[in-house]
C-alpha cells in the first residue's frame, strides 16, 4: 500500500471520470500506463497537485458529502493541455480538480443523479 498525502486547504473540486477503457479518461493512466475499472477507488489530479508525477499510486483521503474515501491517484487532470485524443478531446483543467472514479462518488455516498462536480476537501 502507498502512502496517503495531504493536499492544500485550497477549495477542491470533484468531477467525474471514467478510469477504464473506453471510458471518458482517454488514454491510460499516466501513472501506470493501465486503466482502471469505474467500481476502484482512483483520481486524477490537477497539473499543480499532481507535481510532476510526485504523488503518482500515493493515496488521498478526499473529503465531501459528510464522509471520507481514500483513493489512488493514478493519472493527472492536466491544467496546461487539453482538447486532443489523450485528453478525450476535453479543455485542460482548471486548477482545483480531483477527477475521480464512480466509485468515489459511491463511496461518498453522493446520489448518482448528483454526480458532476461537487466540492469536497
Known sequence: MGHCLFLSVQKKT???NSFQKGGDGGAPSECNDKY???NTPVVALSTGWFSDRKRCLAYITVYGNGR???ARVVDEC???MGCD???DYQPPCPNNIVDASKAVWKAL????SDWGEMEVH
Open 68 to 70: 471520507s474515501v481514500k
Open 109 to 112: 455516498g453522493v446520489p448518482e
Open 14 to 16: 470533484l468531477t467525474i
Open 85 to 87: 485524443s489523450d485528453h
Open 36 to 38: 482502471h475499472p469505474d
Open 78 to 80: 492536466d491544467s496546461t
